[in-house]
């Protein structure tokens, strides 16, 4: 082969060499590209955000839970602001604090006698893991939980029959208290107070606590002003929710 043809050959051969050369170079970049890993997940996020805290609202003594109970208090009390919650189907509330602190709890529903905090004991509470624990919640007071349950009692209107055959000229009071048990203590709740002139003999309507006992105290003025009071008697009945009761009170 003359010199000449043998120097164009080298030549063909080298760009073709190279040329190859290239084209690999360009897949094993394409190839790179297409099969990096996937970035790792984020980091979690740090443990002292907080603890979940569930509550419960359901009946006193029948346990039915209750939906659409509205429910404030201030977690991590006294450092946070009050929150409100609403119950789900399941009667069930559940929130995020820091500690497992709260204070300042209220629970309003509709036909349920409500749990405020400056109020009487107004339904039964059980904190846990320490279901000991009973304390009604007033200014200033913090309780420690992991969960709570609170008990409510359903609101029901009875007849009260009220007559006075005592001949007294003094005005008669009556008390209302729905009554309820916690870990062998005994509760009651405020309900209503009338008062009625001397000789009176009527029916009224008067909303009590239902599915449990209600105590009824009869009350007599012992000064003209109004300001004494001594209560005469009293009697305890059990009214059952949905029932035509009448209470009859004479005395």
């Given at each position: 082969?003359k010199?000449?043809?043998k120097?164009f050959?080298?030549?063909l ?5 190279a040329?190859?050369s290239?084209?690999k170079?360009d897949?094993?970049?394409?190839n ?6 996937p ?5 979690l996020?740090?443990?002292?955000l907080?603890?979940t805290?569930?509550?419960?609202i ?8 209750i ?7 201030r977690?991590d ?6 929150i ?7 009667g ?6 820091s ?6 709890i209220?629970v ?7 749990l405020a ?6 339904s039964?509470?059980?904190f ?8 009604h ?11 709570f349950?609170v008990?409510l009692?359903?609101v ?14 003094r005005?008669?009071?009556?008390t209302?208290h729905?009554l309820?048990?916690?870990n ?10 009338i ?7 009527t029916?009224?309507?008067v ?5 449990a006992?209600?105590?009824?105290g ?19 009945q059990?009214?059952?929710?949905g029932t035509?009761?009448t ?5």
């Open positions: 082969m010199p000449v043809l120097l050959a080298l030549i051969v080298t760009n073709a060499v040329f190859v290239c084209l170079d897949e094993s970049v394409t790179n590209y297409t099969s990096n890993p970035q790792p997940p984020p980091p996020p740090p443990s002292n907080g603890k805290i569930k509550g419960r359901v009946e006193y003594n029948s346990g039915i839970p939906a659409g109970a509205t429910v404030s208090l977690p009390y006294p450092n946070m602001n009050k409100t919650l609403t119950s789900d189907h399941t069930a509330i559940s929130f995020i604090s500690t497992n602190n709260i204070g300042h209220s309003e529903k509709p036909g349920y006698w409500g905090p400056y109020l009487d004991l107004g039964p509470v059980f846990y893991p320490d279901s000991t624990q009973f304390r919640f007033i200014n200033g007071n913090t309780l420690a939980c992991d969960s349950v008990k009692f359903s029901w209107n009875i007849t009260l029959h009220i007559k006075d055959t005592s001949g007294s000229e005005n008669t009071g009556i209302i729905g309820f048990n916690v062998g203590s005994d509760y009651k709740r405020y309900v209503d107070w008062v009625f002139p001397p000789g009176i003999d029916t009224i309507q909303p009590v606590f239902a599915n006992e209600n105590k009824f009869i009350w007599k003025s012992d000064d003209d002003d109004y300001f004494i009071w001594v209560e005469i008697r009293s009697q305890i059990y009214i059952s929710y035509n009761t209470v009859n009170i004479f005395y």
